[in-house]
């Protein structure tokens, strides 16, 4: 099955800095790629997914690149802001596999102001 | 659109008794749901894969018979903790597939379960 491995698990940095998450994935049939931000006691919420057609997709200060021949994505988040902090998720799955995505330990962000 | 609503959003319940999550699609059909378990400061871990008129599928090292998933409407999926212990204690969270499969999730709140 499906491994993803994510680093760092915890990341600091001041506001208005940038913060770099990275993920890696083993299975080559994954190919859609979704980043979730996580508050304590919350669902997580979708800020950005890739499908391998691409190999970048930027959303305002969020940005999500794919290397599909090493196998690895990785999420920037440019000028931070304190709403930032949260615990980010990044995941793996076959879409239209009807399987659950597989998700990555997680990394805890501190923007300190 | 693809709103997923799961109830109770926490619960306390006393060692030894039974408790049942529901997990609903509300604006569409959802032949899969996914049952996930988050221990504090942990990553999401599937539990089992839930299709609506058929049994479901547990990730290995969940028990089936302490965790029991019902499917049986294309809006509704719960999971029941039987016979509930403290090392139950966590958070659980539902998502919905739609009919098209994709993997995109929709989730529901999540359950805070705490056995005392």
């Known amino acids: 099955g499906e491994n993803v491995e994510q680093h760092p698990s915890t990341l600091s940095v001041q506001e208005g800095d940038s913060a770099v998450i990275k993920c890696t994935y083993s299975d080559s049939a994954s190919n859609y790629f979704p980043w979730y931000k996580q508050e304590l006691g919350k669902r997580p919420q979708l800020i950005i997914d890739?499908?391998?057609?691409?190999g970048e997709k930027k959303d305002q200060r969020i940005a999500v690149t794919l290397n599909k021949t090493a196998k690895h994505f990785s999420l920037h988040i440019t000028e931070t802001q304190p709403e930032d902090s949260a615990v980010y998720f990044c995941?793996?799955?076959?879409?239209?596999?009807?399987?659950?995505?597989?998700f990555g330990s997680g990394t805890r962000l501190q923007v300190q102001p | 659109g693809a709103v997923v609503s799961q109830h109770p959003s926490w619960v306390i319940c006393k060692s030894g008794t039974s408790v049942k999550i529901e997990c609903r699609s509300l604006d569409f059909q959802a032949t899969t749901m996914f049952w996930y378990r988050q221990f504090p400061k942990q990553s999401l871990m599937l539990m089992a894969t839930s299709n609506e008129g058929s049994k479901a599928t547990y990730e290995q090292g969940v028990e089936k018979d302490k965790f029991l998933i019902n499917h049986a409407s294309l809006t509704l999926s719960t999971l029941t903790v039987t016979s509930a212990h403290p090392e139950d204690s966590s958070f659980y969270i539902c998502?919905?597939?739609?009919?098209?499969?994709?993997?995109?999730?929709?989730f529901g709140q999540g359950t805070r379960l705490t056995v005392v």
């Open positions: 995941a793996a799955a076959m879409d239209t596999g009807r399987r659950a995505l597989t």
């Open positions: 890739i499908r391998s057609n691409v």
């Open positions: 998502s919905a597939m739609n009919r098209q499969g994709h993997a995109e999730a929709f």
